[in-house]
């Protein structure tokens, strides 16, 4: 038996897509176990380009069961839309489930989202608007709605009476918006419920079923370790927890049964909304490598800022998800940098820091320590050994390896499944 965890090390888009397909047909089942469609995984597939936001990558893979567990938020509309979508493009989904108790996206909540959002005026989180944080609030309010509740149509009526009631007054209330109105919400759930119901099930026995049998378990982490609700650069985080203790709650599988931890790193750093970014590059080589990288989100098609590797931020998430094991991607956007960067920590009026800190001020105005490295100036795309690459390039590898304190096992050189250096295997 094996069960792995696959977490994003840094602020989310590190390649998680990519990584999670390359494993998917070593494993017989793959779970995602937190955030919603606020995530974007890109896949390359035989030169076919698929977009997952909710269904885990591992789909592609008809053997694999691919479940989405209860710590996942789904918004019913946005999961047939890819329902569909993967669909026409011929790829079966008899192999999918989602958890019973997984919290649906009500039609209130990107409204709150968006709302919220504006309301915070300069001080906004740069939230995707997909009612990712409000339904995460209502979950933790204990007035959420969860997946198995459209088995219940009669509950789920009398309950939207009494939750409506309070959505609305916020809405016209607190944001002068629109009510809405709850018969349209219930004809419409009750759609959903239709479709949905051959994929929804009580994940327990199927989860428990696999360990129990030996079965090799993927579970796949969205977003990344620094908009972890508790770790990240609070409040500019997302609302669940992206973490290797957020994939344990988020699944039902225990921390005792966890085998290895696997943290994919980008080889430089992005991020998408607002909030601190020690290493972050605002000229025009941050230009640069946003084009070359194309640094814009597969959700919502914004920008990434771009900056330097930040080995305290690295660090910080191998210790914090105890990870074994690192995959770096997006190595060969950095090719024709004549050198490159590393954050090793951050000073601040005089003290050292070897990670991110908790007072978001003093993050947004430390300096990051580098060290400077040459750059290999030569394409990686063709290598598939280390020993192939570039002796600078691995320099840098092994220079983020020790500033880290985990070993690279494997390199992504592009985007496609082959472009691939395994050093080590994964699982
Ligand atoms: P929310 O998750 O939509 O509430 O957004 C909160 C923060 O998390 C914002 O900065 C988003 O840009 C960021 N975020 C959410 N999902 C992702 C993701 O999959 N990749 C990168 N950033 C994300």
Known sequence: MSVTILVGGQWGDEGKGKV??????RVEMVVRSQGGNNAGHTVVADGNEFKFHLIPSGILYPQTTCVIGHGVVVDPKAFLTELDHIHERGVTTDNLMVSDRAHMVMPYH???????ETQRGDDRLGTTWRGIGPTYEDKVRRIGF???DLQKPRFLEKKLRFVLRLKNESLTRLFDAEPFDEQAIL???MQYAERLEPYIRDIYPVVQGAIGRGERILLEGAQGVMLDLDLGTYPYVTSSSPTAGGACTGSGIPPSRISKTVGVFKAYTTRVGYGPFPTELTDSLGDYIRE???EFGTTTGRARRVGWFDGAVARYSVNTNGIDS??????????TLATVKICTGYSWR???WDHPMANISHMKHCEPQYVEMPGWQEPLRERRRFEDLPRACQDYVAALEDVCGAPVDAISVGPDREHTIVRRPLV
């Open 146 to 148: 969860r997946v198995g």
């Open 350 to 352: 005089g003290e050292e």
């Open 292 to 294: 070359v990288g194309a």
């Open 187 to 189: 004809d419409e759930y």
């Open 110 to 116: 990107p409204v709150l989202d968006k709302l919220g």
């Open 326 to 335: 690192m995959v770096l991607t997006k190595v060969d956007v950095l090719d």
């Open 20 to 25: 999670i397909d390359l494993l998917a047909d």
